[in-house]
């Protein structure tokens, strides 16, 4: 049985060889089995720690399993209750019924094989993961869009929080601009999942990721015989967003010809596909971002004025994290918890001035490096309390200001980065950039790492 299907199980049953039996047999599948013969017991072993499956028979003394189930879903929150399974040697449909009302999952009648037990148990096992994965994602988006997906409780952030709400209402175009890293992709899903086309798409467009060769038929799609290779009709982008939301990243790569192509979208929004006789229509919000200025590339002639001011009309400005350091306690709670329990690290705190330690640092890869820093010590941490032995920032180039600990690295620190390099670019398949930008640092910085430890 693998990993995935294990887990802790509260077996309650009155009759001892019954019990035993099941007890191992369960064990022998990899579960954590506790047991008892006393309902009672039971009682006070689920207040006392967390079960992922309670199994219970249903005819007892003192108190059956239906009456054990009732007081335990009517005590427990149901973002903390076991998944139920009664057993009975004497199943009528109306015990069935009811258990199922109180929230059982499913029912074993008596006699039963043991590898019926070991059946449900692991479908109850799967499904009580599949519930708490739903509620961890859950609890994140509410979190997250409770503040429009941004954490931070300075003076700044919370005027971007008000333009966000305020621009929600509206489906006028905008154009996010901030450093690598300062969350513009954020609050353009925060925009998004705020305005009244919510329901409807939201489609992302990496501009600087997709060859320029291909970026028109990715937005404006092609028919087939368009170009060499092209043996089916594609939708593109601006298709796919019809009604929703289309966001444009790193708009400042995109070339001249395209420039005048997407002016022409946001002017008349319709467009023709490659190698289409017809113009298609599309009613689209399009928010684009860029780390690039686009005043400077207008005046130096690598910007379309006529698009500059088509994109720009509710301007947001993300500042990097270095001049909003009164942000960064909230945003190291929030990426402890997030990560924590994506992990299923237990992280009761952080040491005394790791965090005063943390606002001392510039942050060249702002909030996207922060968060790579706290994931890696939430992961490296040997115990429960995060201290600054596990806490290393790659490519760190200033140091804490006087009277705060320093940010050690960890002995094995050059494995740490190696290792962290190598997944990235493993994530990225081997797309540099991709990489660079996942860790929070510059492709320069990527360069260096690569050259320092050899890799390929």
């Not at 015990?95 to 148990?121: N, T």
């Not at 929070?440 to 690569?450: D, M, P, T």
Request: hydrophobic fraction near 40%.
């Amino acid at each position: 049985m693998t990993a995935a299907h294990r887990g802790t199980i509260l077996l309650v049953d009155d009759e001892e060889k019954i019990l035993k039996t099941l007890g191992r047999a369960l064990r022998d599948a990899g579960h954590a089995v506790v047991e008892t013969t006393n309902p009672r017991e039971a009682q006070r072993l689920l207040a006392e720690r967390a079960f992922d499956l309670l199994v219970v028979d249903n005819v007892m003394p003192q108190l059956s399993g239906l009456d054990l189930i009732r007081e335990y879903v009517s005590s427990t929150a149901e973002s903390e209750r076991s998944q139920i399974v009664m057993m009975t040697a004497h199943a009528t449909v109306e015990s069935a019924i009811e258990a199922m009302k109180l929230g059982a999952l499913d029912y074993l009648q008596k006699p039963f094989e043991i590898d019926e037990l070991l059946v449900v148990a692991r479908r109850a096992l799967d499904h009580q993961r599949l519930t708490s994965e739903y509620r961890y994602l859950r609890t994140e988006r509410d979190e997250q869009f409770g503040n429009y997906g941004i954490v931070g409780r300075s003076r700044v952030m919370r005027d971007i929080i008000d333009r966000a709400e305020r621009v929600a209402q509206t489906k006028s175009t905008v154009l996010i601009t901030g450093e690598t890293g300062t969350g513009k992709e954020l609050v353009a899903r925060a925009i998004h999942n705020r305005s009244a086309q919510r329901e409807m798409p939201l489609i992302k467009v990496n501009c600087a990721a997709i060859p320029e060769t291909l970026l028109e038929s990715e937005l404006f799609g092609h028919v087939r015989g368009a170009f060499t290779g092209a043996t089916t009709t594609k939708k593109g982008k601006f298709a796919l967003a019809d009604g929703g939301t289309i966001f444009l990243d790193e708009i400042g790569t995109m070339s001249p010809a395209l420039q005048a192509k997407l002016l022409r979208v946001l002017q008349e929004r319709e467009f023709e596909p490659l190698g289409a006789e017809r113009t298609e229509r599309v009613d689209v919000r399009v928010i684009a971002a860029t780390n690039r200025d686009l005043r400077q590339m207008v005046a130096e002639g690598k910007f379309q004025e006529d698009l500059f001011y088509r994109l720009n009309v509710i301007p947001i400005a993300l500042p990097p994290l270095r001049e909003r350091p009164e942000d960064i306690p909230a945003l190291v709670d929030h990426f402890v918890r997030k990560h924590a329990q994506r992990t299923g690290r237990r992280i009761d705190g952080i040491a005394d001035g790791v965090v005063a330690a943390l606002q001392q640092y510039t942050w060249p890869g702002n909030v996207r490096e922060l968060e790579n820093t706290i994931e890696r010590a939430v992961v490296l941490s040997p115990g429960t309390t995060i201290t600054a032995d596990a806490v290393s920032v790659i490519g760190a180039t200033s140091a804490p200001a006087s009277g705060l600990p320093s940010l050690r690295l960890r002995q094995n620190i050059e494995w740490v980065e190696k290792e962290t390099i190598r997944r990235a670019l493993e994530r990225s398949g081997g797309v540099k950039k991709e990489a660079a930008e996942s860790m929070g640092i510059s492709q320069r910085a990527l360069s260096y790492y690569l050259a320092k430890y050899r890799i390929d």
